[in-house]
């Protein structure tokens, strides 16, 4: 599980530094994707597997469904990180995600969230104003602390 919030640089290259306490789950390789929210979310192997067969058993007569999956796969990228704990996040992804020489890290139970730090810090901002308001939406969607 991810949990955590780091800010790492991003090397010319587009290699980002992946947080010490998240390398040894992502050594034998990662997938980086668009997320929701303007972030990228990174998801080891096996993790991806799992949404992947989660997407596949959505109906494809459902244009969400497609658009979903068209979303989350078509700019997916698989890399093993280096020596170095670096991986290489394409050009098209960080420009996506608003991410040039640093990033926010953030440890997300079943994924990792890289996000624009300016963006992360607005939204997670957001959601410490708002918070008794998500917890009252929490609680009609039976969840509760």
């Known amino acids: 599980m991810f949990s955590g919030e780091f800010t790492h640089s991003v090397d ?5 530094t992946i947080p010490a306490k998240f390398r040894e789950e992502l050594a034998s ?3 980086v994707t668009r997320g929701l929210d303007k972030c990228l ?3 080891t192997k096996s993790e991806w597997e799992k ?3 989660k997407v596949a058993a959505l109906p494809s007569t459902s ?3 497609r658009n979903f999956t068209r979303f989350i796969f078509a700019s997916a990228s698989e890399s093993i990180p280096d020596r170095q704990g670096r991986v290489l996040i394409p050009q098209n992804l960080r420009d996506r995600a608003g991410i040039s020489d640093e990033a926010a890290v953030i440890g997300v139970m079943n994924r990792v969230e890289i996000w ?3 963006r992360w810090s607005e939204t997670f901002a957001q959601v410490e ?3 008794d308001e998500i917890a009252a939406q929490l609680l009609e969607l ?3 602390i």
């Open 12 to 16: 010319d290259k587009g290699r980002l």
């Open 29 to 31: 390789g990662i997938v």
């Open 41 to 43: 979310w990174a998801y």
């Open 51 to 53: 949404l992947a067969e």
């Open 63 to 65: 244009e969400a469904a």
């Open 116 to 118: 624009n730090p300016a």
């Open 129 to 131: 104003e708002n918070s």
């Open 142 to 144: 039976g969840f509760s």
